[in-house]
């Protein structure tokens, strides 16, 4: 069977832990350095789906904003599907996920997406309540709590999103 | 009237235009081109069937033919890795395929009658309308024509009733009678017109017609197609690139609008497609023999290629090994830390392509990934994405208008260059300085690749396979340079000024020249060549083997039986001089060297055969004593043969006599001995197998000399043996036939009883015939006493009795005559005296003389049964009866005596 590619962007403001989660993903590792990723950095990974299913990701990490830039608007080109980083600890980043969102379907088009709540082992610094995610959650949106460093959910969101990509034709 | 003509005029003239126009819409073949031309892709798209498909494969069969190069150039690329496949698969299909094809015709019969069963009742339908309309016209005509009949009447009542005030009317009237011949004209149009809506109907209803016309106009609508798609796409490529130049936004608005796909290509694709695959099934006699003039040189073009190619690298790595120019490359790569490979590309090659990307241009997702075996390649998805990145960001970072892009990117002795169509980008990896030309090869790769996977690269979703017939095209990017070699460098050390370095440089060099020479390829070959038939060659067995100096050296072992390695080298067209041999003499095992080794020492016969099979000798045949001895003591100690079977191989004599045994299956009573090759046959054998296998002998080769005076038949055999028993006396013949023995003859009792008594003592016969022995002694004596008892009986005369008389008589002069016989073998005489007798009627003399007659009638008659007059003698009554008052008719009788005469 032809293994299928699929581009994904990491999208969210910065340092929300995009990089992070690309790397726990691709590389299996964490480092607590913070390095500003300028422009766009890009990894593959080939994943089997539980259904046996082969793809290819290509991951398109995007410098990470609270507003679409003209630049990570070209990024944005052909992506089959985006993970939207929100930083748990930082309220504001919620916000801005949600206005990124909106600009994103507006750039590209209704594209599965899944809302990253990261930063899930500082989970007592957290400023995003259950009701916030609740009725987000109610809007249709999937959310998951992520930690880029400990490494829980991260697997899950980029299988979860192949999934949705693979679905959508 | 005026109006009602009018309103005629209008209905038929706006009518009469409808048809011209139609008419010239049909008769005019540049416009229905231009119709057909429009719907043709989309039909042709619809009807992706198998119908279209035949009826394509001619003409597409044609084009083929007509220029197979084109062809073949396009396939030829796919099918090379796959030819072999292909014809290995061929076979295995080419069942599947013709029962495949039985079921599209059934598909294709069920269509058809489809067709008729749908599209000619729907055809009939609206000619039935057709006819409908043109009825009712008809039927309002003659509707009006009768109003206007009831006008004329209303009107002369009219006229009587108030003919003063309406004569002006009338007049009017009268006016408007004239204008009725114009209506008629009119009428006439009207038929006319009708005529020409029958023509049309007709034209309309002949599919045939329509076929035909269809299949004239089908080539022109094709060919403008193709145009309006051709110029559609350069006006799309045109628009495009101008587009991009604008903005960016602008260009994702614009990109659904540019549809320069080719439709028509898009369209066809399938159907001829399928309609070459059908026809290849169909007569594939037909493409191959169109495309093998091109393919079969192209094939052994690509094998020469590489060949070609591989003797170049192996020529110049050998050279850049051992060349000055190498040894400073490589203190260049020491110094630099680069590999040499690196630095030996730096130095040869103009610019070589090491890798090409083909890019999904709005995913960057990789497509297609070509590069150099020779290089390392990091993970081309990244890379690719990299490269869509790098532009987004260049183009976004420092083009004002956005609408400027990256077109090169340097990295050391790398230079990326980038091309873009609507869908994908090329992006090429060009190790040195790429010349002009590869921007232009790539474009036109780029085009290419548009143009025939444009609908792929337009909706990609990330499944590169679908676009994997790109791989042919963009191999064919991987281009390179090399630069002019050496010749100048050489030149520069004949610089005036080291003159006398370079005497000293020459001499090295041409050292180095003449040894890189020697150790060409070509040598390099024949070497290999040289040592691969050493080592297939049994009985030499290579150790080990080196090149010193241009000389070829080699240690082995060598079987003293073994080919002279001189031979295989002088066939081989190689110098004994550059070759050192060094063979150890040894003994292969090798089934026909044991044999040959055998057959040397022991030279056998060409008598004896032998054969070596899995260490298994088997020996047949013969040979004298002496030599099979000399066998038996060496075969002991003989290696190479693990079982040794010499049950056939026997002393000459005994071979001899096995054989014939054999050959002839002689029965028990031949006794058969040999000696020194001399047969000596003795005993009988039955005629049969004297005729037919005794003659086989001379099939055994190896006899010197046959004896066979003592072979007798059986039947000679067996006559000798009964002669010598029973010892006949000479009037007895014996005769053996078929082994049965036959004895005859006429004896006396004596030697008759003498006879039969050693008849017993036979053996060996089937069966023992003496019933032709007569004892003839006894037989006359029989035969005497037989005659005397018979009385023959006459009536009052000398006439018989009755007929059975003669019968009698008859046998009775047998009887006499065979006693004559035997009475002359016995060297008697003998004589018959027949004596008449009567009965006591009438007188003495009368009687007497009946007696007499009666007597003599027999004798007469006993001569005319042969009997000769001489042996026959009339008795004389003793005693004649008479005066007896009853007839006695026993005594009315003849009797015989048979008398010794005396001599």
């Given at each position: 069977m032809a293994v299928i590619q699929k581009k994904i962007c990491m999208i969210g403001d910065f340092s929300v832990g995009k990089t992070s989660l690309v790397a726990r993903y691709v590389r299996q590792s964490f480092s607590d350095k913070y390095l500003t990723t300028v422009g766009v950095k890009i990894d593959t990974k080939s994943v089997t789906l539980p259904d046996q299913r082969e793809a290819k990701l290509v991951l398109w990490d995007i410098a990470g904003a609270d507003r679409l830039t003209s630049a990570?608007?070209?990024?944005?080109?052909?992506?089959?599907?985006?993970?939207?980083?929100?930083?748990?600890?930082?309220?504001?980043?919620?916000?801005?996920?949600?206005?990124?969102?909106?600009?994103?379907?507006?750039?590209?088009?209704?594209?599965?997406?899944?809302?990253?709540?990261?930063?899930?082992?500082?989970?007592?610094?957290?400023?995003?309540?259950?009701?916030?995610?609740?009725?987000?959650?109610?809007?249709?949106?999937?959310?998951?709590?992520?930690?880029?460093?400990?490494?829980?959910?991260?697997?899950?969101a980029f299988t979860l999103l192949t999934l949705k990509m693979l679905d959508v034709p | 009237m005026d109006d009602y003509s009018n309103l005629r005029a209008l209905l038929i003239g706006e009518q009469q235009q409808q048809l011209a126009h139609l008419e010239n819409r049909l008769n005019d073949p540049v416009q229905r081109c231009q119709e057909i031309s429009e719907i043709l892709p989309d039909a042709l798209q619809r009807n992706q069937t198998v119908e279209l498909t035949s009826a394509l494969r001619s003409p597409v069969t044609q084009v083929v033919q007509n220029d197979p190069k084109t062809f073949a150039r396009a396939i030829l690329p796919v099918m090379m890795p796959s030819v072999r496949n292909t014809v290995a698969e061929?076979?295995?299909?080419?069942?599947?395929?013709?029962?495949?094809?039985?079921?599209?015709?059934?598909?294709?019969?069920?269509?058809?009658?489809?067709?008729?069963?749908?599209?000619?009742?729907?055809?009939?339908?609206?000619?039935?309308?057709?006819?409908?309309?043109?009825?009712?016209?008809?039927?309002?005509?003659?509707?009006?024509?009768?109003?206007?009949?009831?006008?004329?009447?209303?009107?002369?009542?009219?006229?009587?009733?108030?003919?003063?005030?309406?004569?002006?009317?009338?007049?009017?009237?009268?006016?408007?009678?004239?204008?009725?011949?114009?209506?008629?004209?009119?009428l006439q149009e009207f038929e006319d017109v009708r005529k020409r809506f029958l023509a049309l109907e007709t034209r309309l209803n002949d599919a045939e017609h329509q076929t035909q016309a269809l299949a004239n106009l089908l080539p022109e609508a094709i060919r403008q197609a193709t145009e309006q798609a051709q110029t559609a796409a350069m006006s799309a490529m045109k628009k495009q690139a101008e587009e991009e130049q604008k903005n960016e936004e602008k260009l994702n608005e614009t990109q659904p609008a540019v549809s320069?796909?080719?439709?028509?290509?898009?369209?066809?694709?399938?159907?001829?497609?399928?309609?070459?695959?059908?026809?290849?099934?169909?007569?594939?006699?037909?493409?191959?023999?169109?495309?093998?003039?091109?393919?079969?040189?192209?094939?052994?073009?690509?094998?020469?290629?590489?060949?070609?190619?591989?003797?170049?690298?192996?020529?110049?790595?050998?050279?850049?090994?051992l060349s000055p120019k190498g040894i400073g490359w490589r203190l260049e790569a020491l110094r630099t830390g680069q590999s040499f490979a690196d630095i030996v590309l730096q130095n040869t090659v103009v610019y070589r392509v090491d890798q090409v990307f083909l890019i999904h241009r709005e995913t960057g997702l990789l497509i297609q990934h070509h590069h150099r075996e020779d290089i390392e390649v990091g993970d081309g998805d990244a890379v690719s994405g990299m490269l869509t990145a790098i532009q987004d960001f260049t183009r976004d970072s420092f083009s004002s208008t956005k609408d400027e892009e990256l077109d090169s990117i340097n990295v050391g002795q790398f230079t990326v260059w980038l091309e873009r169509g609507p869908y994908a980008v090329l992006a090429c990896v060009v190790r040195g300085v790429a010349p002009y030309k590869l921007r232009a090869t790539m474009k036109e790769m780029l085009e290419a690749i548009h143009a025939r996977y444009g609908r792929h690269l337009e909706h990609f979703s990330g499944d590169p396979t679908l676009l994997d017939g790109c791989r042919s095209l963009l191999s064919k990017t991987l281009q390179a340079e090399l630069k002019p070699e050496a010749k100048?460098?050489?030149?520069?050390?004949?610089?005036?000024?080291?003159?006398?370095?370079?005497?000293?440089?020459?001499?090295?060099?041409?050292?180095?020249?003449?040894?890189?020479?020697?150790?060409?390829?070509?040598?390099?070959?024949?070497?290999?060549?040289?040592?691969?038939?050493?080592?297939?060659?049994?009985?030499?067995?290579?150790?080990?083997s080196n090149v010193d100096k241009n000389i070829l050296k080699i240690r082995g072992l060598r079987d003293p039986l073994a080919i002279n390695p001189h031979e295989i080298a002088e066939q081989q067209h190689l110098s004994p001089d550059i070759i050192q041999a060094e063979w150890s003499p040894y003994q292969t095992l090798a089934p026909e060297f044991v044999l040959k080794r055998l057959q040397l020492v022991l030279s056998p016969p060409t008598t004896v055969q032998?054969?070596?099979?899995?260490?298994?000798?088997?020996?047949?045949?013969?040979?004298?004593?002496?030599?099979?001895?000399?066998?038996?003591?060496?075969?002991?100690?003989?290696?190479?043969?693990?079982?040794?079977?010499?049950?056939?191989?026997?002393?000459?004599?005994?071979?001899?006599?096995?054989?014939?045994?054999?050959?002839?299956?002689?029965?028990?009573?031949?006794?058969?001995?040999?000696?020194?090759?001399?047969?000596?046959?003795?005993?009988?054998?039955?005629?049969?197998?004297?005729?037919?296998?005794?003659?086989?002998?001379?099939?055994?080769?190896?006899?010197?000399?046959?004896?066979?005076?003592?072979?007798?038949?059986?039947?000679?055999?067996?006559?000798?043996?009964?002669?010598?028993?029973?010892?006949?006396?000479?009037n007895v013949a014996l005769q053996v036939k078929n082994e049965v023995l036959f004895v005859q003859g006429d004896v006396d009792?004596?030697?008759?009883?003498?006879?039969?008594?050693?008849?017993?003592?036979?053996?060996?016969?089937?069966?023992?015939?003496?019933?032709?022995?007569?004892?003839?002694?006894?037989?006359?004596?029989?035969?005497?006493?037989?005659?005397?008892?018979?009385?023959?009986?006459?009536?009052?005369?000398?006439?018989?009795?009755?007929?059975?008389?003669?019968?009698?008589?008859?046998?009775?002069?047998?009887?006499?005559?065979?006693?004559?016989?035997?009475?002359?073998?016995?060297?008697?005489?003998?004589?018959?005296?027949?004596?008449?007798?009567?009965?006591?009627?009438?007188?003495?003399?009368?009687?007497?003389?009946?007696?007499?007659?009666?007597?003599?009638?027999?004798?007469?008659?006993?001569?005319?049964?042969?009997?000769?007059?001489?042996?026959?003698?009339?008795?004389?009554?003793?005693?004649?009866?008479?005066?007896e008052a009853k007839a006695d008719l026993e005594k009315r009788t003849v009797t015989f005596v048979v008398v010794e005469k005396a001599s």
């Amino acid at each position: 069977m032809a293994v299928i590619q699929k581009k994904i962007c990491m999208i969210g403001d910065f340092s929300v832990g995009k990089t992070s989660l690309v790397a726990r993903y691709v590389r299996q590792s964490f480092s607590d350095k913070y390095l500003t990723t300028v422009g766009v950095k890009i990894d593959t990974k080939s994943v089997t789906l539980p259904d046996q299913r082969e793809a290819k990701l290509v991951l398109w990490d995007i410098a990470g904003a609270d507003r679409l830039t003209s630049a990570s608007m070209s990024y944005l080109r052909g992506a089959a599907g985006y993970l939207l980083v929100i930083d748990g600890t930082r309220r504001p980043t919620w916000d801005a996920a949600l206005q990124l969102r909106q600009e994103v379907t507006k750039q590209i088009g209704e594209k599965p997406y899944i809302l990253l709540l990261n930063k899930a082992d500082l989970v007592e610094q957290w400023e995003i309540n259950e009701d916030l995610i609740s009725s987000e959650r109610e809007n249709g949106a999937s959310i998951l709590k992520t930690s880029a460093k400990l490494g829980s959910g991260v697997e899950d969101a980029f299988t979860l999103l192949t999934l949705k990509m693979l679905d959508v034709p | 009237m005026d109006d009602y003509s009018n309103l005629r005029a209008l209905l038929i003239g706006e009518q009469q235009q409808q048809l011209a126009h139609l008419e010239n819409r049909l008769n005019d073949p540049v416009q229905r081109c231009q119709e057909i031309s429009e719907i043709l892709p989309d039909a042709l798209q619809r009807n992706q069937t198998v119908e279209l498909t035949s009826a394509l494969r001619s003409p597409v069969t044609q084009v083929v033919q007509n220029d197979p190069k084109t062809f073949a150039r396009a396939i030829l690329p796919v099918m090379m890795p796959s030819v072999r496949n292909t014809v290995a698969e061929a076979f295995k299909t080419l069942r599947e395929f013709l029962k495949e094809q039985e079921l599209k015709i059934n598909e294709l019969n069920k269509r058809s009658t489809i067709v008729d069963k749908q599209v000619l009742p729907t055809l009939q339908s609206q000619l039935l309308t057709f006819e409908e309309t043109l009825k009712t016209l008809q039927s309002l005509l003659k509707n009006q024509e009768s109003q206007l009949g009831e006008l004329v009447e209303r009107s002369t009542v009219v006229d009587k009733q108030i003919l003063p005030v309406l004569q002006s009317q009338l007049k009017a009237i009268e006016s408007d009678v004239k204008t009725l011949p114009a209506l008629f004209t009119r009428l006439q149009e009207f038929e006319d017109v009708r005529k020409r809506f029958l023509a049309l109907e007709t034209r309309l209803n002949d599919a045939e017609h329509q076929t035909q016309a269809l299949a004239n106009l089908l080539p022109e609508a094709i060919r403008q197609a193709t145009e309006q798609a051709q110029t559609a796409a350069m006006s799309a490529m045109k628009k495009q690139a101008e587009e991009e130049q604008k903005n960016e936004e602008k260009l994702n608005e614009t990109q659904p609008a540019v549809s320069f796909e080719p439709d028509l290509t898009e369209s066809l694709q399938e159907p001829v497609t399928q309609c070459i695959r059908k026809s290849i099934q169909n007569d594939a006699n037909v493409f191959a023999n169109a495309l093998f003039p091109i393919m079969g040189p192209a094939i052994r073009k690509s094998i020469n290629e590489s060949l070609k190619s591989l003797v170049q690298s192996i020529n110049t790595s050998v050279e850049q090994s051992l060349s000055p120019k190498g040894i400073g490359w490589r203190l260049e790569a020491l110094r630099t830390g680069q590999s040499f490979a690196d630095i030996v590309l730096q130095n040869t090659v103009v610019y070589r392509v090491d890798q090409v990307f083909l890019i999904h241009r709005e995913t960057g997702l990789l497509i297609q990934h070509h590069h150099r075996e020779d290089i390392e390649v990091g993970d081309g998805d990244a890379v690719s994405g990299m490269l869509t990145a790098i532009q987004d960001f260049t183009r976004d970072s420092f083009s004002s208008t956005k609408d400027e892009e990256l077109d090169s990117i340097n990295v050391g002795q790398f230079t990326v260059w980038l091309e873009r169509g609507p869908y994908a980008v090329l992006a090429c990896v060009v190790r040195g300085v790429a010349p002009y030309k590869l921007r232009a090869t790539m474009k036109e790769m780029l085009e290419a690749i548009h143009a025939r996977y444009g609908r792929h690269l337009e909706h990609f979703s990330g499944d590169p396979t679908l676009l994997d017939g790109c791989r042919s095209l963009l191999s064919k990017t991987l281009q390179a340079e090399l630069k002019p070699e050496a010749k100048k460098e050489k030149k520069k050390l004949f610089s005036p000024t080291l003159v006398v370095v370079s005497l000293i440089l020459l001499g090295f060099l041409g050292w180095w020249s003449v040894n890189a020479w020697h150790i060409s390829y070509v040598q390099h070959q024949q070497f290999n060549l040289y040592l691969e038939t050493l080592r297939q060659t049994t009985g030499l067995v290579v150790i080990e083997s080196n090149v010193d100096k241009n000389i070829l050296k080699i240690r082995g072992l060598r079987d003293p039986l073994a080919i002279n390695p001189h031979e295989i080298a002088e066939q081989q067209h190689l110098s004994p001089d550059i070759i050192q041999a060094e063979w150890s003499p040894y003994q292969t095992l090798a089934p026909e060297f044991v044999l040959k080794r055998l057959q040397l020492v022991l030279s056998p016969p060409t008598t004896v055969q032998m054969h070596l099979q899995n260490t298994q000798l088997q020996v047949k045949g013969f040979a004298d004593a002496a030599w099979i001895k000399a066998f038996e003591q060496y075969s002991q100690g003989l290696i190479g043969a693990l079982q040794i079977d010499s049950s056939q191989l026997l002393e000459r004599d005994a071979y001899l006599l096995q054989q014939t045994k054999t050959l002839l299956q002689p029965p028990p009573s031949v006794q058969i001995n040999v000696k020194n090759g001399n047969i000596e046959m003795l005993g009988h054998a039955p005629n049969e197998w004297l005729e037919k296998q005794l003659p086989n002998l001379k099939n055994i080769e190896g006899i010197q000399l046959v004896k066979k005076d003592n072979l007798l038949s059986t039947d000679q055999h067996l006559h000798q043996q009964a002669v010598k028993i029973l010892a006949p006396p000479a009037n007895v013949a014996l005769q053996v036939k078929n082994e049965v023995l036959f004895v005859q003859g006429d004896v006396d009792t004596k030697n008759y009883q003498t006879l039969i008594k050693k008849i017993p003592q036979l053996q060996g016969f089937k069966h023992i015939d003496h019933s032709q022995l007569v004892d003839i002694e006894t037989a006359s004596e029989q035969l005497v006493q037989k005659i005397e008892k018979s009385q023959l009986y006459f009536g009052e005369e000398a006439d018989f009795v009755n007929p059975e008389q003669l019968a009698a008589l008859n046998t009775l002069a047998q009887e006499i005559q065979q006693l004559f016989v035997y009475n002359h073998r016995l060297n008697k005489t003998m004589q018959l005296k027949i004596t008449g007798h009567t009965d006591g009627l009438g007188t003495q003399r009368r009687n007497l003389q009946l007696s007499e007659a009666r007597a003599e009638a027999i004798r007469d008659k006993l001569q005319t049964f042969g009997l000769e007059k001489k042996h026959l003698i009339i008795g004389t009554l003793e005693k004649v009866p008479f005066g007896e008052a009853k007839a006695d008719l026993e005594k009315r009788t003849v009797t015989f005596v048979v008398v010794e005469k005396a001599s």
